[in-house]
């Protein structure tokens, strides 16, 4: 197996907890930088469609004075955090080039609805590291220093940040550089690993991994929110709050898929690269239209390709 090269970038995650006034302050921003993104890309559109100009994200940076004095409301928004839309519609466009210029299908940049549009992008931290208070709390623009649990400690040199609404609850990540790389040493043995049905992985030293429990308990869970929000009115209360409880659940699925992933790719790696794959491809053909069975093979799938990348060579 080649070496695979490890990005000198990383993204450090914890979760915010914040007051109600907090909260519908971030809630405000989410809608006028959705607003400033559609705006922008609606400018970018007309330009050239009308007149074949290009403007480009410095352009519109700069518009965003004359921006404020029009609609006052926007000076409420941190200057920061509305150069992060535009640089992620900028971002979007360049993307959109790439792929036009590879043969790609190309995929014009779109509109976002509010359903599309969940996170808020502080584009420059300067440098400085906002988590304050012994890892207990973040500076965040305007909003102050807010309570904030650090799920694992920031290496290199914050860049960028990224406040995400996730099923209710805000989460923060930091965009970092120069973050030092800690490759595995090598070793010069093999192990075959085996994706089954009845089982997770067997592996040629004879370990058999079950099927992860977890995920079927939280996948149980997630089909009970599911048929609650079926029998919900649309447009009530209470299917808002069954929704809300639907996402919780999409979460809990997520989070536990993620961390078994990560224990499993990560376990054999030390004293057992994996160097041969049997990835079952036929069965999981087969399995396409049956949702277990095929949601157990693709499971295994992703972790041994999770295992692959993280795997050290000989």
């Known amino acids: 197996m080649s070496d695979v090269s490890i990005s000198l970038a990383s993204e450090t995650i914890g979760s915010i907890g914040m007051f109600e006034v907090r909260n519908t302050m971030l809630m405000a921003w989410l809608a006028m930088t959705r607003e400033l993104y559609n705006a922008c890309l609606e400018e970018r559109k007309?330009?050239?469609?009308?007149?074949?100009?290009?403007?480009t994200a410095f352009d519109q940076m700069r518009s965003l004075a004359s921006v404020r004095e029009v609609r006052p409301e926007f000076a409420a928004v941190p200057s920061v955090?509305?150069?992060?839309?535009?640089?992620?519609?900028?971002?979007?466009?360049?993307?959109?080039?790439?792929?036009?210029?590879?043969?790609?299908?190309?995929?014009?940049?779109?509109?976002?609805?509010?359903?599309?549009?969940?996170?808020?992008?502080?584009?420059?931290?300067?440098g400085k590291v906002p988590i304050v208070a012994g890892g207990r709390r973040v500076a965040v623009p305007l909003l102050g220093k807010v309570k904030f649990r650090q799920h694992r400690p920031i290496e290199g040199t914050p860049k960028a940040m990224r406040l995400t609404l996730r099923a209710g609850r805000w989460f923060v990540t930091f965009a970092c550089a120069d973050v030092p790389t800690k490759p595995l040493p090598p070793t010069d043995r093999d192990v075959g690993l085996d994706l089954g049905l009845t089982h997770f992985v067997a592996t040629s030293d004879g370990d058999v991994v079950d099927v992860p429990m977890a995920e079927r308990e939280a996948r149980r869970e997630l089909a009970r929110a599911q048929?609650?929000?079926?029998?919900?009115?649309?447009?009530?209360?209470?299917?808002?709050?069954?929704?809300?409880?639907?996402?919780?659940?999409?979460?809990?699925?997520?989070?536990?898929?993620?961390?078994?992933?990560?224990?499993?790719?990560?376990?054999?790696?030390?004293?057992?690269?994996?160097?041969?794959?049997?990835?079952?491809?036929?069965?999981?053909?087969?399995?396409a239209q049956r949702g277990g069975l095929a949601r157990v093979v693709g499971v295994a799938r992703r972790t041994l390709g999770a295992a692959r990348v993280d795997a050290p060579t000989g």
């Open 46 to 55: 007309s330009a050239w469609t009308k007149q074949h100009a290009r403007v």
């Open 81 to 126: 955090v509305q150069r992060g839309a535009i640089r992620r519609l900028d971002r979007a466009f360049q993307a959109f080039f790439r792929r036009c210029k590879t043969g790609e299908k190309p995929g014009y940049p779109r509109f976002r609805s509010r359903h599309r549009w969940n996170s808020l992008l502080v584009d420059d931290l300067g």
């Open 227 to 287: 048929r609650r929000v079926s029998r919900r009115k649309r447009g009530g209360g209470r299917r808002r709050a069954a929704v809300r409880l639907l996402a919780r659940a999409h979460e809990r699925v997520a989070n536990v898929r993620r961390e078994r992933h990560i224990v499993l790719a990560r376990a054999p790696a030390p004293g057992n690269p994996p160097s041969s794959w049997d990835a079952l491809e036929k069965a999981a053909e087969k399995a």
